[in-house]
């Protein structure tokens, strides 16, 4: 009996080629692509058009495989990259729709508001979003999200539950992330009453604490570390020389776009919480960049610099996955640090700028901070300097 063509025939092969572009390997874009051409089938002997496909009719699909085949694996990719070619060959396809609870879609809101009228950048506003979210779901759930039944009692004691578990720079971030869409619900007639001012701040002074920073010895060991043979440890060896050297932020490095970087100049553009601002690109930088991505950053059609380890080769979608990285990497090198996340390289960078003689003017300079004052919390590493300014002890040694 011969075996019948696949409806989607005619869009198998720029089928495959999306797959491809999207970094998958062999054996898995062949795996979608037979569910792709049995997915045709089914609509094909139910008499339905390809062109008004819908998450409804996948679902149908993929419920009648399991019932003749059994366990269903492999995911539901075909159906993704089905819709985006069909998109890109100008179909008319029912595009598959958000499933977007009322949370979901009053976060959506907050999000658009602090982007485009906040003016905040995508970092903060991506984990402002992310706070209030939480706190929706924690108290609405999947269910109507009627904020006028919420009191700022019911707020304060939610920051309380959440604070025993979180260091003091977090839970301020919480609790700014949380007046700010109170006063938003209030702005856009959600609620009446100003709930976000009766909301305390999270006790703590500025510029109290010092910057800890890692030593330099555990720094080389830890870019030592990175496996450049692979296209992985190419990448994350790149990054870990643009916190070590140009004391990048993560959301700075997942934003960096290809058109940033001037090669003729050495120049990199940086998109940070000050806006844009230019830094000289060091030469083992440069290399650095220069080898993965010509070596290790796989074909994509995406325009950031570092792109996903596996497939779809997309790229890196927030700072999380950067400080995760630099996580497992320190567990690697067998460094015990207290700290996790790549803000202490920041803070190494600027402690070792002191030590050489910058002056503060200068490390500000460089870690493109708004306010110079932020800045003054480094003249306390410099240990020397402050010692010439003790007095001496009653009846002991200066």
């Excluded at 108290?139 to 260091?167: E, K, M, N």
């Amino acid at each position: 009996m011969e075996k019948r063509a696949s409806p989607l025939g005619a869009h198998l092969d720029d089928l495959a080629e999306h797959f491809a572009s999207a970094g998958y390997c062999r054996e898995h874009s062949r795996f979608q692509l037979r569910l792709a051409a049995e997915f045709g089938h089914w609509l094909s002997r139910r008499r339905l058009p390809l062109e008004e496909m819908s998450l409804e009719r996948r679902d149908a699909f993929v419920r009648d495989r399991v019932r003749q085949r059994g366990p269903f694996c492999g995911g539901t990719g075909f159906f993704e990259a089905l819709c985006e070619v069909f998109r890109r060959k100008g179909l008319i396809v029912v595009a598959p729709p958000v499933d977007r609870t009322p949370v979901k879609r009053l976060v959506d809101g907050f999000d658009l508001y602090l982007r485009q009228e906040r003016r905040l950048v995508a970092v903060t506003a991506v984990r402002y979003a992310a706070t209030v979210e939480d706190w929706l779901r924690n108290r609405f759930g999947d269910g109507p999200a009627t904020l006028s039944s919420v009191s700022a009692a019911d707020v304060i004691a939610y920051i309380q539950r959440q604070s025993t578990t979180l260091g003091r720079m977090t839970a301020k971030l919480m609790v700014t992330a949380l007046r700010s869409f109170l006063q938003y619900a209030r702005y856009r007639g959600y609620i009446r009453r100003d709930l976000a001012i009766g909301i305390p701040p999270v006790a703590g002074w500025s510029r109290t604490a010092i910057p800890r920073g890692m030593p330099q010895q555990h720094i080389r060991r830890v870019i030592a570390c990175c496996d450049r043979r692979r296209s992985a440890g190419r990448r994350d060896y790149a990054i870990l020389l643009l916190f070590a050297r140009l004391g990048l932020r993560a959301g700075e490095v997942t934003s960096l776009t290809l058109e940033d970087i001037d090669w003729g100049k050495g120049i990199l553009n940086v998109r940070g919480k000050a806006g844009a601002s230019q830094l000289p690109l060091p030469a083992d930088v440069g290399e650095a960049i220069a080898a993965y991505l010509k070596r290790g950053r796989p074909s994509s059609v995406s325009r950031r610099v570092f792109l996903r380890a596996y497939a779809p080769a997309t790229g890196l979608k927030t700072p999380g996955g950067v400080v995760a990285m630099v996580g497992r990497t320190l567990k690697r090198a067998g460094i015990d640090s207290p700290r996790r996340g790549s803000h202490q390289f920041r803070h190494a960078l600027a402690t070792e700028m002191l030590r050489r003689g910058a002056s503060l003017g200068e490390i500000g300079e460089l870690l493109r901070h708004r306010n110079v004052q932020t800045t003054t919390i480094y003249a306390k590493v410099d240990l020397t300097a402050l010692r010439t300014l003790a007095q001496p002890w009653p009846g002991g040694q200066r």
